[in-house]
T-cell receptor, first 116, second 113 residues
Framework: GAVVSQHPSRVICKSGTSVKIECRSLDFQATTMFWYRQFPKQSLMLMATSNEGSKATYEQGVEKDKFLINHASLTLSTLTVTSAHPEDSSFYIC????????????FGQGTRLTVV | SQKIEQNSEALNIQEGKTATLTCNYTNYSPAYLQWYRQDPGRGPVFLLLIRENEKEKRKERLKVTFDTTLKQSLFHITASQPADSATYLCALGPTGGGNKLTFGTGTQLKVEL
């Protein structure tokens, strides 16, 4: 199947700093990329949907000024957690899909963010 | 509000048996449903897709059923192996199609020797 590479896999940062997470589709062009957040033993919560060249669509309750998403090309989307706080510590996962409809989602390996 | 429920308790079965996982949903009419496998500290991996007009799908040792009247999907792994131990997530596609998925909480499966 297609490969989605997410980097970094782990990051520890200090409160108040910003962290950028990259998500790349290596062998296909992703029409849409999605960013999720997952707490231990909980489901994937969709944060935002990003389409290349347009502004991301954020889910209700997600602060767009805190979680900046940029989808600069059909193979790259980035999530920047700005002014991180300990409560932002979580597992962040991106996924990429081709086209609309019932296509499979390809996920990155996830990023474990710890804010100290 | 929309709700997706999977068994919250871990499912422990013996190697060689069939594992059956359940996904129930309410206030929802998904156009399709997908099942994913997630290992600890990793992103989910796609397993199977079933559309609203399909009753059953199979892939090797995997089988998924979809009952839109009961609002339920069952996921079966036959001849289970310890390597099948993981968390399994169901994900529902939006009514009418589209590519935004809503995930259930997942069920942890442990296959014992």
């Amino acid at each position: 199947g297609a490969v989605v590479s997410q980097h970094p896999s782990r990051v520890i940062c200090k409160s108040g700093t910003s962290v950028k997470i990259e998500c790349r589709s290596l062998d296909f062009q992703a029409t849409t990329m999605f960013w999720y957040r997952q707490f231990p033993k909980q489901s994937l919560m969709l944060m935002a949907t990003s389409n290349e060249g347009s502004k991301a669509t954020y889910e209700q309750g997600v602060e767009k000024d805190k979680f900046l998403i940029n989808h600069a090309s059909l193979t790259l989307s980035t999530l920047t957690v700005t002014s991180a706080h300990p409560e932002d510590s979580s597992f962040y996962i991106c996924s990429a899909r081709q086209g609309q409809g019932p296509t499979e989602a390809f996920f990155g390996q996830g990023t474990r963010l710890t804010v100290v | 509000s929309q709700k997706i429920e999977q068994n919250s308790e871990a499912l422990n079965i013996q190697e060689g048996k069939t594992a059956t996982l359940t996904c129930n949903y309410t206030n929802y009419s998904p156009a399709y449903l997908q099942w994913y496998r997630q290992d600890p500290g990793r992103g989910p991996v796609f397993l199977l897709l079933i559309r609203e007009n399909e009753k059953e799908k199979r892939k090797e040792r995997l089988k998924v059923t979809f009952d839109t009247t009961l609002k339920q999907s069952l996921f079966h792994i036959t001849a289970s192996q310890p390597a099948d131990s993981a968390t399994y997530l169901c994900a529902l596609g939006p009514t009418g199609g589209g590519n935004k998925l809503t995930f259930g909480t997942g069920t942890q499966l442990k296959v014992e020797l």
